[in-house]
């Protein structure tokens, strides 16, 4: 589809897909009207920030954002923040708001993101972790002395916040229901290397967690799991992961498997929407079939791929995606699927500055972590990307996978 050179485009989502489309569209050259929506009532800004910086008291949060606050209008774009996309109709080609009012649009673009994944387990007063406004509320926690904390999921975004509350003074408990804490993000020997970090600095870890109930204890609560354990504190963090914002897309007839459904261009199954970011299942570019991938990194390439097909200039997605994590001031980067090979080559030790960690499906690459060296990390992305066969002779010893990637091109 070509939008119209004076046509509009509505945008639902302000994060990082959202916006990087709206900045697409008119760094190449669409004329006409762009309308960015957003839930949130905060202008687009770094959600990265809201598991990290953000809990600092001292950072002052208009450095989160994304652009000054004049550079929407300076780019003609109609940012309207703290209203929603509350029903599609995709035949009249029109979006109802949750202000009461209508849009209608030469394309749709759902960047709509996320909400945070509950337990199913009531718990009072627990806190979750999506936006600038949940991080605020838990920062003005956080600055309590003594706080005792319970982080409930060992994920990224879990162990990010317990980094960030121990490092603010806080006494933090990770509650985990895996073995171990990233376990579906690093290999073994990384995320042991990294729990270790956590216990080193007097976090305490617990896994294999299944949190069947809580209730209030003394204005605490208190947290119980099938095995009888129990944990008391003064704040709960539930870190789960995160459910897609798919429903209106769903009541308006577009494929939804646990996100909207898109092809390589971005593509819903409905002509003239299009899906982008943490919302949108697309084909993988290393293996078969469809994912959904929750990264700052790949939405942004996401969102400007998906302006790129709306104007009729795109090609087709094949982003390797990757993340990266900071804690206690230590980044480890990941790219591809490192879960998903059937061997592992670890390069350095895993608790070091520096190191790389490898994962293969036979002769291919398909996975990479590594820490202190980020031009390795760029050259396992292109390996990954090109699925060019390996040879064993170049990953033994000391591997310099600049070279590799170099020799396969």
């Given at each position: ?14 994060g ?14 669409f004329?006409?009207e ?52 509350e ?30 994944r ?32 319970a ?122 929407v ?84 490898l ?22 992305r ?28």
């Open positions: 589809m070509t939008v119209p050179a004076t046509g509009r485009v509505v945008i639902a989502g302000t990082i897909a959202g916006a990087t489309a709206a900045e697409t569209l008119r760094k190449r050259g004329a006409g762009i309308v960015l929506l957003g839930a949130d009532p905060a202008p687009p800004y770094r959600r990265p920030m809201v598991s990290k910086e953000l809990l600092a008291a001292s950072f002052p949060a208009e450095k989160a954002l994304l652009r000054p606050a004049t550079a929407w209008p300076e780019l003609r774009i109609d940012l309207r923040t703290g209203v929603r996309v029903a599609i109709d995709p035949d009249a080609a029109r979006v109802a708001l949750d202000d009461g009012t209508e849009l209608g649009y030469d394309a749709l673009l759902l960047a709509t993101g996320g909400r945070p509950t337990l199913g387990v009531p718990i009072p007063g627990a806190f979750t972790l999506r936006d600038r406004h949940d991080a605020v509320a838990l920062r003005d926690v956080l600055a309590r002395p003594g706080v005792e904390v982080v409930v999921g060992g994920g990224l975004i879990g162990t990010e916040v317990a980094a960030s509350a121990q490092a603010g003074g806080a006494r933090v408990t990770i509650l985990e229901a895996g073995p171990r804490l990233l376990d579906r993000v690093f290999p073994p020997p990384v995320s042991a290397a990294l729990e270790q970090v956590h216990r080193a600095r007097g976090v305490a870890v617990h896994t294999g967690v299944a949190v069947t109930g809580a209730d209030t204890v003394s204005g605490c609560t208190r947290l119980c799991s099938a095995d009888g354990r129990e944990w008391i504190a003064d704040a709960v963090v539930v870190a789960v992961g995160m459910t897609p914002n798919d429903e209106q897309a769903r009541a308006a007839g577009l494929r939804v498997e646990d996100g909207i459904v898109v092809d390589e261009f971005c593509r819903t199954s409905v002509p003239g299009y899906a982008a970011g943490d919302v949108a299942r697309f084909p993988d570019p290393v293996h078969v079939g469809h994912v959904r991938v929750e990264h700052w990194n790949h939405a942004q390439s996401h969102g400007a791929a998906a302006a790129a097909a709306i104007l009729g200039e795109a090609a087709p997605y094949r982003e390797v995606p990757w993340c990266w994590t900071t804690q206690y001031g230590r980044t480890v980067q990941a790219a591809g699927r490192p879960g998903a090979g059937a061997e592992l080559i670890v390069d350095g030790d895993p608790g070091a500055d520096a190191f790389l960690a994962t293969l499906a036979g002769d291919r690459l398909v996975g990479a972590v590594a820490a202190g060296r980020p031009r390795e990390l760029r050259a396992a292109t390996l990954i990307g090109t699925g060019a066969g390996l040879s064993r002779a170049l990953l033994t010893g000391p591997i310099d996978l600049v070279s590799v990637a170099a020799a396969a091109a």
